[in-house]
């Protein structure tokens, strides 16, 4: 069998993520409930603010943060208080707290394909805060390389490709969200494996977009051993 090369996700596709950031929403949103705005519009607002941070700070649970708190000062107005931006911050480093919790069937899958093909874990965020996710994970002896990036895009893809030497037709990106890791990925040329995640950030939604490579929609993380 022809060994494969295979850039793995890390949140949402290997970890839980996203949910633990819509539990700190929903926190947040019950916190200004009081100044008397719907719950979606909140949201709405807190969406706007971190489309906004990102292309300034990046991803991570500070950006994330600061988004919180500027949504908040931006409902309050005049009426914003201290001690309701030290609660964001107390809610905001409990997230930052919270260990990766690892998704069913990943250890023993990723052991499964190690043998047979090369893992690179690929993932997107502020560099430090990513790589003491993957460390606290356990999960980096699977892999042959780290790769952690501001931003997956068509380009970051092809950088990626040269810098590893990957031949595109060998080559698969696996992961939960269409914006950052199937879209980009078919558009680069690779082939892509798209596995759902019941609570994908809304930010990294998207339709599902056809490329060069081939595109494989899988159930779980356990059913790439039906594949590889």
């Not at 969406?47 to 908040?72: A, C, D, K, P, W």
């Not at 892999?143 to 698969?172: C, D």
């Amino acid at each position: 069998m022809r060994r494969h090369t295979l850039l793995i996700d890390a949140d949402d596709t290997l970890w839980e993520n996203n949910v633990f950031f819509e539990k700190t929403i929903e926190d947040f949103i019950s916190l200004v409930e009081p100044l008397g705005y719907a719950r979606d519009y909140v949201r709405r607002i807190l969406n706007e603010t971190e489309r906004r941070n990102i292309r300034q700070h990046g991803y991570g649970v500070r950006s994330f943060g600061r988004s919180l708190e500027e949504t908040y000062l931006k409902l309050a107005g005049h009426m914003a208080q201290r001690s309701t931006i030290t609660q964001v911050s107390k809610m905001v480093g409990e997230l930052e707290r919270t260990p990766p919790h690892i998704l069913d069937g990943v250890p023993d899958t990723l052991a499964y394909l190690t043998e047979r093909h090369r893992l690179i874990l690929f993932t997107k965020g502020e560099p430090a805060e990513q790589a003491a996710k993957v460390e606290r994970s356990g999960l980096q002896g699977f892999f042959e390389a780290i790769e952690i990036v501001a931003e997956k895009s068509v380009n970051t893809y092809k950088t990626l490709v040269n810098q590893h030497h990957i031949v595109k037709s060998y080559g698969w990106m696996v992961g939960n969200s269409p914006r950052s890791d199937i879209n980009p990925a078919l558009q680069a040329g690779l082939n892509a494996v798209f596995i759902p995640h019941r609570a994908t950030w809304e930010l990294e939604h998207a339709e599902l977009q056809s490329g060069v490579g081939k595109l494989v929609i899988l159930r779980s993380f356990r059913d790439l051993r039906d594949h590889f």
